[in-house]
């Protein structure tokens, strides 16, 4: 998560908590639950005379960022009144098809082959991969976006 706008005391932020307290809470029955059954203090789980989870809030300005291992942490927004979090996020996911098996299933060109990308509509999913002219046109889809100087 690369912060664009600066995260400080009075200002939206990420929390997040410890692995071994992410797996207490986890046997406590709060797992990655969906938006509208997330609870604004993870202690509240906790009973009497438990030891409570430490939280992290970095502070960071413009430009840093945080990495974390979103599925294995648990972590919310923290976000006051005032200005938003504008944030880039970055997902990195391990492949789930083995290499030799796209091999297998692609030609070699579909993998290694420079490909224009201006004919690759991210719009239209599933679209089939269209030749490469000599002097192309731009596409509608590309112009009207803005993607394309013509």
Known sequence: ???????????????????????RMAAKGY??????????????????????????RPELAAGDATIFDAA???HRGHVPEGPYRDVVLLNILPSLNPWQAEFQALDDDA??????????NPFLP????????????????????????N
């Open 31 to 56: 797992a990655f639950p969906v938006f509208s059954d997330r609870i604004e203090d993870i202690n509240s789980l906790l009973g009497d005379g438990e030891e409570p989870a430490p939280l992290s």
């Open 126 to 149: 599933g679209m089939p991969r269209v030749p490469i002219q000599a002097d192309p046109p731009v596409p509608d889809w590309a112009a009207y976006s803005h993607f394309s100087a």
């Open 1 to 23: 998560m690369i912060y664009l706008t600066p995260c400080g005391p009075a200002s939206p932020a990420t929390i997040f908590i410890n692995l071994e307290d992410t797996r």
């Open 111 to 120: 993998m290694f082959t420079p490909r224009a990308t201006l004919w690759i």
């Open 72 to 74: 294995r942490i648990l």
